[in-house]
C-alpha cells in the first residue's frame, strides 16, 4: 500500500489537525472497551510489547475495513469477483500491519512528527465515524453537527492555540507548501476544519464511537499506513538487490531480457554508418508512431524538453552527425542532428531518430516508465521486502483472514457512493507495498 503517501495526502487535504493533547484528554474521559464480540483483541491504538504483539482480522472484521475504508463501488466489485484480489487485499494488510509493528519496535512512535500524525490519523477516523453517524440520523451538512459557536469554544481553551500551531506547522510540511508560510486564507480554512473536527471527535468519543469495532479497526489501519510508510522507505537499502539477483531474476524472465532489441537498433546502426538514408530506415524501424513515416523527425526541441539521456545525446552531436545506441525508459535509440539555433538565452536542436522498445514497458508506482532493468529491479525488491513482511507478520502473530465474502459485483456496482463530510483514502484493492516513488523524467516522449 503507499502508506503515508495516501493518509497525508488526503488528511492533509482535508485539513484536519489532531494532537496529543486533545486525544489525552478525550480518551482519559470515556476510557475505551472492547466492541462486543472482540473481548481478546487488543483495541487498535493500545500498546502492546514487541515480542508479544497479536492481530486477529477475521472474515466478519474485512468486511468492516472495506467498508470503514470508503471503497468505490468499482473496487468493491473487484473484490467481489476475484478471490486472488481478496486474498492479495489481506497479505497487503498483514505485511502493513507487520511493517507497523517492526516500526513501533525500534520506537517510531516516539518521533514527535510520526507521533502527531497517528494521533491525527485516530481523531480523524473517529470524527468521520461520527459525522457519518449524525448524516444517518439526518443531519444535512457538517454545521449541524458541530456549530460555528462549539468551535470558537474550543478555541477558547488554553491549549488549543499551540495545538493548532503544531498541527498548521506539520500541514505547511506535508502539503503543496513545502514548508512555507500557510496564507492567512488558508490559516482561516484550517481553522475552521480544526474546530470541527476536533469536536466532532470528542463527541464521537463521548457517543462511543470508538469503542465499535469498525472503528477501531480503521483506526489500527490508518495509523498502521503511518508507521510502515515511514519504515518502508526507511529500510528501503536493506532489500537493495544485488546484480547476481536481478541477474537470476531476468534469466527467469525472459521478457525483461533487452539483447534482442540492442542487437536490432545495433544493425540498423550499421546500416546507417554504411551509408544508408536515416530517414528511410526511421520509417522502417522506429517504435516511436510519432515519427513513423515521418522519417523519424521530431522537429525543433530545446533543453528540458526530452528524457535527459536522449537530450543529453541529442545536444552532444554536430549537424549531420549521428550517435550511437544510447538507452532510456522508453528503448533503445539512435539520434541523427539535423540543425542547431540560438533560441532566447539558449538552443534549440532539430533531430530525427530510430526507437526500439523494449520487449516488455511498464510503469512504476509513480507512474513513469520503467526500462527492464528497473523493471527487475523494483521486482526483487518488492519479493524480498514481501519475504521479510511476511516472516515478521508470523513472527508478531498477525492473522488477517483471506476467504471473506464481499457480495455479488452487480449488487456492489449498484450501490450509490457514500457521501461523508471528511474525505478520507480510498486504496485500490490490489494495493502493493511500493519502493520510494523515483524522479521523474523530464516531460517529453522522444
Given at each position: 500500500m503507499l502508506f503515508r503517501k495516501i493518509v497525508l495526502t488526503a488528511l492533509?487535504?482535508?485539513?484536519?489537525?489532531?494532537?496529543?493533547?486533545?486525544?489525552?484528554?478525550?480518551?482519559?474521559?470515556?476510557?475505551?472497551?472492547?466492541a462486543a464480540g472482540a473481548a481478546k483483541r487488543p483495541a487498535a491504538n493500545a500498546p502492546r510489547a514487541a515480542a508479544a504483539a497479536s492481530v486477529n482480522i477475521t472474515a466478519a472484521d474485512m468486511l468492516l475495513v472495506i467498508e470503514g475504508l470508503g471503497f468505490e463501488p468499482r473496487a468493491r466489485a473487484r473484490l467481489a469477483e476475484s478471490?486472488?484480489?481478496?486474498?492479495?487485499?489481506?497479505?497487503?494488510?498483514?505485511?502493513?500491519?507487520?511493517?507497523?509493528?517492526?516500526?513501533?519496535?525500534?520506537?517510531?512512535?516516539?518521533?514527535?512528527?510520526?507521533?502527531?500524525?497517528?494521533?491525527?490519523?485516530?481523531?480523524?477516523?473517529?470524527?468521520?465515524?461520527?459525522?457519518?453517524?449524525?448524516?444517518?440520523?439526518g443531519a444535512t451538512g457538517p454545521e449541524q453537527v458541530v456549530t460555528d459557536a462549539e468551535i470558537d469554544v474550543f478555541f477558547n481553551e488554553p491549549a488549543t492555540s499551540a495545538q493548532f500551531e503544531a498541527f498548521v506547522q506539520d500541514y505547511s510540511k506535508n502539503s503543496q507548501l513545502r514548508g512555507a508560510p500557510v496564507p492567512e486564507a488558508t490559516r482561516k480554512g484550517l481553522r475552521q476544519h480544526y474546530g470541527r473536527v476536533m469536536v466532532a471527535m470528542r463527541k464521537g468519543v463521548a457517543a462511543g464511537v470508538d469503542r465499535e469495532r469498525k472503528t477501531q479497526l480503521v483506526i489500527m489501519l490508518q495509523q498502521a499506513k503511518l508507521l510502515a510508510g515511514a519504515y518502508t522507505q526507511e529500510t528501503k537499502p536493506r532489500f537493495q538487490p544485488t546484480a547476481a539477483e536481478i541477474d537470476a531474476y531476468v534469466a527467469a524472465h525472459p521478457e525483461l531480457d533487452t539483447k534482442a532489441a540492442r542487437a536490432k537498433i545495433e544493425g540498423v546502426l550499421a546500416r546507417v554508418r554504411a551509408g544508408e538514408d536515416f530517414a528511410k530506415l526511421a520509417d522502417e524501424f522506429t517504435d516511436d508512431p510519432s515519427g513513423k513515416g515521418r522519417g523519424g523527425d521530431l522537429g525543433w526541441f530545446g533543453r528540458g524538453t526530452m528524457v535527459k539521456p536522449f537530450e543529453d545525446a541529442a545536444f552532444a552531436l554536430k549537424p549531420g552527425d549521428v550517435s550511437g545506441v544510447f538507452e532510456t525508459v522508453f528503448g533503445f535509440h539512435i539520434v541523427k542532428l539535423d540543425e542547431r539555433r540560438a533560441q532566447g538565452a539558449g538552443e534549440e536542436v532539430h533531430a530525427r531518430h530510430i526507437l526500439i522498445r523494449y520487449g516488455k514497458s511498464a510503469r512504476g508506482s509513480n507512474g513513469q516508465p520503467m526500462s527492464p532493468r528497473e523493471q527487475a529491479v523494483a521486482a526483487v525488491e518488492e519479493e524480498k521486502r514481501n519475504r521479510a513482511f511476511d516472516e515478521a507478520a508470523a513472527r508478531r502473530r498477525i492473522q488477517v483472514a483471506e476467504e471473506f465474502v464481499v457480495g455479488s459485483a452487480a449488487s456492489e456496482l449498484q450501490k450509490p457512493a457514500a457521501t461523508q463530510p471528511p474525505p478520507t483514502a480510498k486504496p485500490a484493492a490490489n494495493a502493493k507495498i511500493p519502493a520510494p516513488a523515483r524522479k521523474a523524467p523530464a516531460r517529453r516522449k522522444p
Open positions: 492533509a487535504a482535508a485539513a484536519l489537525p489532531f494532537t496529543a493533547e486533545a486525544q489525552t484528554r478525550t480518551t482519559r474521559k470515556t476510557p475505551a472497551r472492547p478471490a486472488d484480489e481478496r486474498r492479495g487485499f489481506a497479505r497487503d494488510i498483514r505485511r502493513m500491519l507487520a511493517a507497523a509493528e517492526e516500526a513501533k519496535a525500534v520506537g517510531y512512535l516516539a518521533r514527535p512528527e510520526l507521533k502527531l500524525q497517528t494521533e491525527l490519523a485516530r481523531s480523524f477516523v473517529i470524527a468521520q465515524a461520527y459525522f457519518k453517524q449524525r448524516q444517518d440520523a
